[in-house]
């Protein structure tokens, strides 16, 4: 599940203070603009992944939903007001799919990797642009000396960012364990991936920087109509 959450009381007073039509005009705006089109993302990419057997991917893909909520009190990881988009486990009761961001796997714990923390605005992309960087000036070719090579500009420079970046690289590194914990844990099980299952990781790396603030943007414009007598 990919994860917004604001802290803002004031913002969360004065969604509360609207009358029940006008919150859900308001919700809809931020579903309309901001979580639906990571949904639709969401559902091309199921769409379009390579399925090992049956339709399990098609299920996913139909599965997505946005939710959003503001809570009357605010804990450590949902904020005053809380935007989760992701799959929905049963449609009509019925279907049995994977979480898409439980790591292919089928129902395990589920994964908080993709949570839309202000510590870790951009600092994956930061990285990944880092060491792209860096890895054009490594060796080229197929042979097992020049992907050595690589290997090293690699790491090299995902050393170099995490010593410029320590609060940030730290929190990463962490989320990466935890990952790594959850799929040891799946197999342990029995658990067997399915073929394209990565696919929901580019659309959350690519959208979950951003949602927070798209999320908090949307919201206030709401709010600002409904307060001047207009309808968000």
Do not use: C
Request: hydrophobic share 40%.
């Amino acid at each position: 599940m990919i994860q917004a959450s604001l802290w803002d009381k004031e913002l969360r007073r004065k969604l509360q203070a609207l009358d029940g039509p006008a919150k859900q005009r308001v919700y809809r705006r931020a579903f309309n603009r901001v979580g639906k089109p990571v949904a639709q993302k969401l559902q091309a990419a199921w769409n379009g992944a390579k399925r090992r057997r049956g339709s399990s991917t098609k299920q996913i893909a139909k599965a997505q939903e946005v939710k959003i909520r503001v809570f009357t009190r605010t804990s450590k990881t949902r904020g005053d007001a809380w935007m989760a988009i992701g799959t929905e486990y049963k449609r009509g009761g019925k279907a049995k799919i994977w979480h898409i961001l439980e790591r292919g796997f089928r129902h395990y714990s589920k994964s908080k990797a993709y949570g839309s923390k202000p510590s870790l605005y951009g600092a994956a992309a930061s990285m990944r642009a880092h060491m792209a960087q860096a890895m054009k000036a490594a060796p080229k070719g197929k042979s097992r000396q020049a992907r050595s090579a690589r290997q090293a500009y690699k790491q090299a420079a995902a050393q170099e960012w995490a010593a410029s970046n320590g609060t940030a690289a730290a929190e990463l590194s962490l989320v990466r364990k935890k990952r790594a914990a959850a799929v040891s844990k799946a197999r342990k099980q029995g658990g067997t991936r399915i073929k394209g299952w990565l696919v929901s990781d580019n659309v959350a790396r690519a959208n979950v920087g951003n949602l927070s603030n798209d999320l908090a943007r949307e919201l206030l414009r709401g709010l600002a109509l409904e307060l001047k007598g207009g309808k968000a």
